[in-house]
Nanobody
Framework: QVHLAEAGGGLVQAGGSLTLSCAASGRTFSSYAMGWFRQAPGKEREFVGGISRSGAQKVYADSVKGRFTIFRDNAENTGYLQMNSLKPEDTAIYYC???????????????????WGQGTQVTVSS
């Protein structure tokens, strides 16, 4: 079993930055790939970005490419989502997720990740 816990959300002005963390426990951290998703009120959960086990492979949604960076510290069992140049439309609950499958590509579907954190709210004011 994998347990994930996000932290770092909050209120920030447009143009500002936040870094979310995702602390993991229950399995060897480097054994699972991670994804970040978000869900705004009234909208479906959407893929933000994903990172492979080693951290060498990363994929981002077009809406955040160039502004958000995903990285992980396998020694600290923690994943991160660094968010720069935040916009009001980035307002959402952000979730980290993990899977143990040995796919060779980053997965972008929420249903491909069986393990989820509780989410952390990010609010960007205009």
């Amino acid at each position: 079993q994998v347990h994930l816990a996000e932290a770092g959300g909050g209120l920030v002005q447009a143009g500002g930055s936040l870094t979310l963390s995702c602390a993991a426990s229950g399995r060897t951290f480097s054994s699972y790939a991670m994804g970040w998703f978000r869900q705004a009120p009234g909208k479906e959960r959407e893929f933000v970005g994903g990172i492979s086990r080693s951290g060498a492979q990363k994929v981002y949604a077009d809406s955040v490419k160039g502004r958000f960076t995903i990285f992980r510290d396998n020694a600290e069992n923690t994943g991160y989502l660094q968010m720069n140049s935040l916009k009001p439309e980035d307002t959402a609950i952000y979730y980290c997720a993990a899977h143990l499958n040995e796919w060779t590509t980053i997965r972008t579907g929420a249903n491909e990740y069986p393990y989820w954190g509780q989410g952390t709210q990010v609010t960007v004011s205009s």
